[in-house]
């Protein structure tokens, strides 16, 4: 398959507004694992080769163990190797990916509510929009991964 064109070049002023919402969440509460558990999770979902290949190899930059990396897709059946606070932003990932079916769902709101304040969770929702944007540019216009 090969790359129908290059948004950040075609769309520069609406690309630029995307980066924009990456520089705003260099200053969020997420550690940068937990912002790339975001980015694997919703892209595994999504089916985007360009972003799991770029966001795994930026998690074991960051530290992250390739054996979590390998069950992310399965993180549920592998609870053990997730501290609690990283399940709920697994959830809620998985939720603001899934749109369409459930929403953001009362229960994981809820547990959320729990652990984090209102700007740790709209940090948590801004990253899950984020990475679902950058999905659907890089399927949409065949992005290839980098050889």
Sequence with gaps: ???????????VAA??????????LQNSFLSPIQKE????RASQINGCAFCLDMHTKDALKYGETPQRIFLLNAWRDAKELFTNEEQIILMMAEEITLISQKGLTEETYQKAKEIFNESQIADIIMAAVSINMWNRIAISTHLPIAK
């Design 1 to 11: 398959m090969s790359a129908r064109f290059d948004m950040s070049t075609t769309h």
């Design 15 to 24: 690309y630029k507004a995307g980066i924009g919402m990456e520089v705003a």
């Design 37 to 40: 558990l975001i980015k694997i």
